[in-house]
């Protein structure tokens, strides 16, 4: 089966343009997340996604925004890119959501390098 | 709010030695533990969970972990290092309520030496 797909792998991008992320679940997940590693915060979480509606989100402007796909493919959008965006964006796919914890299986990462 | 410390930055060990990574979690009820693997330019790998039952959890690659309640700590260990374990490891918790949302430690570097 294969894993999780991110696309692009890497994206440069200029203070103030907008970009968008691309995340392809396992074959059957229905729940995405999106993490952001920096060297300086670490792994933080922003949002979970479930049959298309967001059930969860982290502590981070409203700049970031994502959304999920009836094929569960879903997409994360950061507008007015800032230098601090430079960041490993991070996307996990499980098969189920709700009040109980699943098991997450993440994708390899975009790089974003904000310039 | 829950959190998870790994108090160790960088770990070096000899190969063919034994390793045990720490983890803390702060939490007032049990919760889902992960241990996650790193290699450079690349995302996660599960290595163990523990969501409830025998404490001491096998993983793949020959990890295990124990949870240990009264110490808030769900420890890595393995009993044989290989080069090929060098990379950065994340211990993460998940909670009743909050969906799949993990919050991570700050990760141990492991650095393996021949």
């Known amino acids: 089966k294969a894993g999780v797909t991110q696309t692009p792998r890497y994206l440069i991008k200029t203070r103030g343009q907008q970009v968008t992320l691309s995340c392809s679940p396992i074959s059957g997940h229905r729940s995405v997340s999106w993490y952001q590693q920096t060297p300086g915060q670490g792994l933080q979480f922003l949002f979970e996604y479930f049959s298309e509606t967001q059930r969860n989100k982290g502590n981070f402007p409203g700049r970031f925004s994502g959304r999920q796909f009836s094929n569960s493919r879903s997409e994360m959008n950061v507008s007015t890119l800032e230098l601090g965006d430079s960041a490993l964006y991070l996307c996990?796919?499980?098969?189920?959501?709700?009040?109980?914890?699943?098991?997450?299986?993440f994708g390899p990462g975009t790089r974003l390098t904000v310039l | 709010a829950q959190s998870v410390t790994q108090p160790d930055i960088h770990i070096t060990v000899s190969e063919g030695a034994s390793l045990e990574l720490r983890c803390n979690y702060s939490?007032?009820?049990?919760?889902?533990l992960f241990w996650y693997v790193q290699s450079p330019g690349q995302g996660l790998q599960l290595l163990l969970k523990y969501f409830s039952g025998d404490t001491l959890v096998q993983g793949i690659k020959g990890f295990e972990a124990e949870f240990k309640r009264s110490q808030s700590s769900f420890n890595l260990r393995k009993p044989s290092v290989h080069w090929s374990d060098a990379a950065e490891y994340f211990c993460a918790v998940a909670v009743n309520n909050a969906g799949n949302m993990l919050t991570f430690g700050g990760g141990t570097r492991l650095m393996v030496k021949p």
């Open positions: 996990a796919s499980s098969i189920k959501a709700g009040a109980v914890a699943d098991t997450q299986y």
């Open positions: 939490y007032g009820a049990t919760p889902y």
